[in-house]
């Protein structure tokens, strides 16, 4: 499969649209926005990722021209739906760059919902078709914003609960409490790449080393942006067998008498392990080290299951009381919850804790497929719209209002209802507003130019991200106000 030739990189109904638009079509002009769905909020970030991979410098040349003009008689069995004149026309004219221009917000900025967080449109009156079939690939945008966006969410319940329950100088764990452990869940490398490079805008936990050099070679970042610890598995504590789970404990903190070291602990009986081995035959050795045990259960009601497990650790290590007046263990001790994790969740055992006077320090945090696979378009309903046209010179908005049947049988307006007109995204405080670009023609457009005909602009490096998200970071978690107006 050749995904380097942008030619093959859309839906293949898309090849027909040169013919379909209306005769005299001379400019398209669309938007990408998410139209609500699981969070109110969206962190915008990847696209960057998509210009440079696929879409700057020279993207249409004879060879590749030929090589999609013979897939695409196969794909529709007759020579008069692909026009090689088309791309013959960008090659000559264009030298092979694509006469586009798109804005987008910055890379790292939290808006609401129904914002319009990108727009597209063809520079090259001759090259309307353009504009949306390049919407097939520029909306895969959609999934590093949402893993960016759970992640921020999970990121608030987090701060929520640290605030409420953690003592004042545990706060700066707040990011290694999340945990990436989603590589082996992930649909493929670039996915583990992309949803594990969106996490650390929220995070720094990870064992998707992989994300690391995508945000090296993306967006200029130090190669060790997520940090992991040693750790074991169940092939490492079964090893031995049942009879043999001690010996293999011993020797895991032997191995690392220093440091953080992680322990998988629900091999066969994950109360025997806490009360009997670690909390009984090895504690001496726990609490004389130069370092954390972080004990991970890895099955049964996460609930329930953490707050066995934290009565059996208090019993045996004991506690203080924090300045918040919340149970501490020893930090010589942590546990690691990394099974049947969701926002839903997350929220159940922060809650769970903090009734039963548990203070959120004692725990981290390990997502897997539900971090980086179990997310899809429809989870923040994205859609990329046409808004504007020009046809024989004459500009026209273009809108969806579609109907549909409410549950009494009435016809009510659908969410799908898209916006109209040439757009901006504009900043009044820490809200953001979609709105015409005619309603507020002095007032600054959050939308920058990242492309014009196969260049990039604004080019945003990992540490610009970083600032851009900094302030929301440290902010309480209802600090961010957003608009769905428009």
């Known amino acids: 499969m050749n995904s380097s030739n942008l030619l093959l990189l859309a839906d293949a109904y898309k090849y027909s649209h040169h013919r379909l638009y209306a005769p005299g079509t001379e400019k398209i002009y669309s938007y990408l926005e998410s139209r609500g769905g699981a969070f109110e909020q969206t962190v915008f970030f990847g696209l960057q990722y998509l210009l440079k991979e696929y879409l700057s410098g020279v993207v249409v040349t004879k060879e590749k021209i030929d090589e999609a003009e ?9 020579d008069d739906v692909f026009d090689r004149s088309r791309f013959d026309y960008i090659l000559k004219r264009h030298h092979g760059r694509l006469p586009v221009r798109i804005k987008a917000v910055w890379e790292g900025t939290v808006t609401g919902t129904h914002q319009a967080l990108m727009t597209i449109e063809n520079t090259d009156p001759n090259c309307y078709w353009l504009t949306n079939f ?6 895969q945008v959609w999934y590093p914003v949402t893993v960016a966006s759970q992640s921020y969410e999970i990121r608030k319940i987090v701060k929520h609960y640290y605030d409420e329950t953690a003592a004042t100088e545990a706060l700066d764990g707040i990011d290694f409490v999340l945990n990436d452990f989603g590589f082996r869940g992930a649909s493929s490398v ?7 490079a969106a996490h650390l805008l929220s995070f720094r936990g990870s064992d998707t080393v992989i994300a690391n050099q995508w945000l090296r070679k993306y967006y200029n970042a130090p190669v060790a942006v997520g940090r992991s610890v040693p750790a074991t598995e169940h092939s490492v504590c079964t090893l031995l067998g049942e009879e043999g789970e001690l010996e293999v404990f011993r020797h895991v903190l032997e191995s690392y008498p220093e440091g953080i070291v992680s322990c998988v602990s629900d091999s066969f009986n ?4 806490c009360r009997e081995y670690w909390g009984t035959e090895l504690k001496e050795l726990i609490l004389s080290r130069k370092g954390t045990l972080v004990i991970r259960p890895d099955s049964g009601d996460p609930v329930f299951t953490l707050l066995r497990v934290f009565d059996i650790l208090f019993e045996k290590f004991g506690y203080t009381i924090n300045d918040k007046g919340y149970k501490v263990l020893p930090p010589q001790v942590r546990v690691l919850q990394g099974d049947g994790l969701n926002l839903s969740t997350i929220r159940l055992i922060y809650g769970a804790l903090t009734v039963n006077g548990i203070s959120a ?8 497929g539900a971090l980086l696979q179990k997310v899809d378009r429809d989870t923040l309903k994205f859609a990329l719209k046409c808004s504007y046209a020009e046809i024989n010179g004459r500009g026209v908005d273009v809108q969806k209002n579609p109907v549909e049947l409410d549950h009494h049988g009435q016809l009510v307006h659908s969410f799908k209802a898209s916006k109209s007109g040439r757009l901006k995204l504009i900043q009044n405080g820490n809200e953001y507003l979609t ?21 990039l602009f604004n080019e945003t490096s990992w540490e610009d991200v970083q600032e851009q998200m900094k302030g929301l970071r440290e902010a309480e978690p209802e600090t961010a106000v957003v608009s769905n107006k428009y």
């Open 70 to 78: 013979a897939t695409m008689k196969e794909v529709f069995g007759r």
């Open 134 to 139: 390049l919407e097939t690939l520029l909306m």
């Open 190 to 196: 670039e996915s583990a790449s992309i949803g594990g």
């Open 270 to 273: 994950i109360f025997r392990a």
């Open 361 to 368: 320090e004692n725990l981290v945090l390990g997502m897997g």
């Open 435 to 455: 709105v015409r670009e005619e309603e507020a023609p002095e007032t600054e457009d959050q939308l920058q130019l990242v492309f014009e005909n196969g260049e």
